[in-house]
């Protein structure tokens, strides 16, 4: 079926042509045979009611072979052009294959399945078909983004929390979960930008909300990364941030203890605190049984040598002293024989004389040394009661 060309002298114009075949029945619109011009574009129209001429158009196809959705022509894209309404906009050429248009403040789309369904758009190529994929879980109320062979990459849970790796699901209200054992967040960039610039400072800053929402933040973490060094800040050192004005680390005896027990504290006038009393330190105990003992000041500030075991007098070996620390040694003499100590030659007396230990059944004494780098400054206390 064709109708008349524009030129009497052309050939007619296609409108539906039909092919019966050995093994298809073939209907072509438009054109599809040698005895026809084919027509530049196609239009379909329908209307509301059974009386009405015209009509609206609902769709159509031009010569380049773009399909039209809605009451005008396609003039976006290069595939499928849903056009409720003309924006005026020029679609993007390596993103134009589906292009939606309503000049509204509405635009959109929407894709269905049942009530324990997924909703799904997959990306691939001859490679990988499903080389990448955007799900919606009804059941779950959750939005996953898969990578290379639908590995879930990134799920949004109904809670809000955001997982980060391949997990299952997240805990629970924590936000951001992300489950990854290596470097598992790396943060910083050029001094307030936005770019890595290689041989340039680099920075990062983590912050909390301000009780005044107008304020800066408050900071807690800041790195920086410098031509001769790499520093960490803690609380502040950052004029984009409010420092903090107490700072507070907690610990627990097993790994099922919330809150924890706060061990140190600094507060906004740099007084330091642990365990909530002014300089409380570990004290270790030291019971020699023959006549050696090594005092090692990784183990605390404060140590006891009780020479009830000791055979004899005790020489000691001060090991991993600090520059600028202080230590202190409470002497408990035995109940029967008494003992003495021998100090190593790096600890330097009043009077260039070490002090006898007390003789008594069980005497107390306690030694206090300061240490410059080179030698301890000691003093003592002694027979205390």
């Known amino acids: 079926v064709g109708t008349a060309p524009y030129l009497n002298a052309g050939s007619p114009v296609a409108i539906i042509t039909t092919q019966t075949q050995s093994a298809a029945n073939l209907l072509d619109i438009g054109g599809g045979n040698a005895y026809m011009d084919a027509v530049t574009g196609i239009t379909f129209y329908t209307a509301a009611a059974v009386a009405t001429p015209t009509g609206t158009q609902a769709m159509s196809i031009n010569a380049s072979g773009v399909v039209g959705i809605g009451p005008f022509d396609a003039d976006l894209g290069t595939g499928l052009h849903i056009k409720v309404s003309d924006t005026f906009a020029a679609a993007n050429a390596s993103a134009n294959n589906l292009v939606i248009e309503e000049n509204s403040t509405a635009a959109g789309m929407s894709i269905f399945s049942a009530v324990a369904g997924k909703c799904s758009i997959y990306f691939g190529s001859s490679a990988h078909s499903t080389a990448g994929r955007i799900v919606y879980d009804n059941l779950a109320d959750d939005m996953l983004f898969a990578t290379l062979n639908g590995a879930t990459a990134m799920r949004l849970e109904n809670d809000q929390t955001v997982v980060v790796g391949p997990g299952a699901s997240g805990t629970s209200g924590t936000g951001l979960d992300i489950q990854d054992g290596g470097i598992t967040l790396l943060l910083g960039a050029d001094n307030v930008a936005k770019t890595r610039t290689n041989l340039v400072s680099k920075f990062s800053r983590i912050a909390s909300a301000h009780y005044t929402n107008a304020e800066e933040p408050v900071g807690l973490i800041r790195g920086g990364s410098t031509a001769t060094e790499n520093k960490v800040y803690i609380g502040g050192g ?53 006549t050696t003992q090594t005092i090692d000041w990784d183990n605390g500030n404060v140590e006891i040598i009780d020479l009830a075991s000791a055979t004899g007098n005790v020489t000691l070996t001060l090991s991993n002293p600090e520059i600028g620390a202080r230590y202190e040694i409470k002497v408990i003499q035995d109940a029967t024989t008494p003992r003495n100590l021998v100090w190593p030659a790096a600890v330097k007396w009043p009077g260039g004389t070490a002090p006898t230990i007390s003789a008594g059944a069980s005497a107390v004494d306690w030694i206090y040394l300061t240490y410059d780098g080179t030698n301890y400054g000691g003093r003592f206390e002694q027979n205390l009661s």
């Open 238 to 290: 950052s004029i984009t941030v409010n420092a903090a004005t107490d700072i507070e680390l907690y610990t627990a005896a097993d790994n099922t203890t919330v809150t924890g027990t706060k061990q140190l504290s600094i507060d906004g006038q740099g007084v330091m605190l642990l365990n909530s009393q002014m300089g409380q330190m570990a004290i270790t105990t030291e019971t020699p049984t023959g």
